[in-house]
Structure formats: C-alpha cells, structure tokens
C-alpha cells in the first residue's frame, strides 16, 4: 500500500509539472500572441515570458508583426480599348493589430489577394494598353491607397504595391515589335538627316570662312602694295624737292642755267631724234654765250641782223603740224621739256 501510495505520488507531480511547463510560454520578437478565456478575448502577449492558466486559456491564434511580401498570381484584366492582359502584383503588408487580423476578417491573406485583384480590374479598366504600360506609378499609387484603406479593419497595414509583370496578348507584342521597330527606323533616319545638314552646314560655313579669309589676305596685299608704292613715289618727290630746294640755295647765276640749257642742246641733238624742237629763244642764248657755242659747235658766232626781212615761212606739214607757232602747243611743250632736260643735267 505504501508503495502504491509512493507510486502515485510520483505521477500527480510530473503530471502537475507538465501542466505547468505547458503554461509558460515564451514569445519570441516580432511575433503577437492572442490569448482567450474560455473562448473570449483577453489579452495579447508580445516578445517575452508568459504564463496562462491552465484549462482557462488559450493561445488563439500566433500573428508575425514582420512586413510580409504577397506575390500574387497573375490576374487577367481587360483595358478601356478592350485588351486582355496578365497583371503580376506584389502587395507590401503588415499587421499593426493582432486583435483585428484574428477577429476581423476568416482568411487575411486570402481576402487581400481577392480585393488587390478586383481593385486592379477596376482601376485598369479605365486607362488604354499605352497609358497602362506607361503608368505603372500612378497605378501603384492608387492600388495601395485602396488596399491599405479598406485593410484597416482587418488589422493590416498595406505599405507598397509594385506590379511585377504586364504580360499583353501575343498579336499585341507582335504588333508593338513592329511599332517600335518602325519608330527606332524614324529615329535612325531623323539622325542620318540631321547629321547630314549639320555636315553640309559646316562644310558651306567653311567654305564662307575660307574666301572671307582670301578676300580678307588679297585686300591687305592690295593695301600694302598701294602703300609701297604711296611711299615710294612720296621718296622721289621729296628727293626732286630736295634737290631743287638746293638749287634754290646754291643761287644759280642766269649764264650757268644758260650753259646747261646748251649741253642739254648738245645731248639732244645726238643724231638719234627724228624730230628737235627748238626754243623760241635759242637764238639769243647762242648770242650771249658765242664762244661756248662754238666750243660746243652749235650755231655761228657771227651777229645776226635783226633788221633783215625774215624768210618766208616754210609751209606746214600736215603729218609733222606747225612748227613755227610761237605761242602754239608745240612751243610750249619743248620748252618745259628743254627746262627739264637742262635741269635734269644740272642735277648730275
């Protein structure tokens, strides 16, 4: 009897100890667990040591605070121009409250996979296959401000909506392969022809520069060329000035000038001219300066008589003209061209 005694006691305590054992529970970070009292709502436990009663509680049910990632499958979804596609959403969520993830709604993750696609079919319906492709980020951003407003009171808090994959009907792809095969040809040939009127733009420029630039060398040759000469006809004026400023000075007498006008005579008369015209003076020089006259063998030395009757005039020649015209052309022109010759002898 007293063994039987022993025995059972034994067995009371190691069943009292695994009643006990089995009412501290532990909760590990990032996990909420949801406990109840004779099936009603009593309290959450959070990170930690805890302790129920034994056949009153209950853990209800064990909710995970961390953010979960929900790949949905694709919905097939129909555009405003009447295009089925295939939409791969992936939806963002956590849980903010234990209490109404386990009493708000029987399957969580089920009722949110049902809203985000008849969300979708609504909110794509009203855009084109173009404005679909092209507006992903508007699409998210209305997706997510749905879901997470009508997630509240299931406890979840949507944080983010990507759409993964947008998968249009095959015809469709073939004929957005052409349209955009299409517009990169555009593209190539709206390049080759820019280029090609910059290159011939640049090449006229060019060409513009480089005679603007001839033009520009040939007018400065031209100008230095005109200078060259400015300055040196301005050197042999200013020498003839200068030599007949000391002539000016030198004070010359009347018999000199004279004498040379007779040499120049001299070097006229060389025998080479068909053609001599005297001064009207001549006569009076020869005269005045008899014997050098005679020393040079020009003239004679004897008095001319004034009082005799000239001699009739020769007649004119029409293809020599009038020689013997005292105040003609003719006379003048010898006489400056005498002067000069005179002068020009003087000089050397």
Known sequence: MNSLSQFMLIVVIIIIALIVISCVRIVPQGQAFVIENLGRFKCIWEAGLHLKVPFFERVARKVSLKEQVLDFPPQPVITKDNVTINIDSVVFARVFDPKLYTYGVESPIAGLQNLSATTLRNIIGELELDQTLTSRDQINARLAAVLDEATDPWGIKVTRVELKNIQPPKEIEEVMTKQMRAERERRQTVLEATAHQEAVVSRAEGDKKAKILAAEAERDAQIALAEGRAKSIELVYNAEA??????????????????KGIETLKNVADGRATKIYMPSDIASVVTTLGIAGEAL???DATPVDTKAKPKPAPKADPCIGDETSDGGVDAFLTTSRIQNDVEDNWKS
Request: charged residues 35%; glycine residues 14%; positive net charge.
């Open 297 to 299: 063998g020009i003239g």
């Open 242 to 259: 200068e030599g007949i400023k000391k002539l000016n000075d030198a004070r010359i007498s009347d018999s000199v000038l004279k004498l």
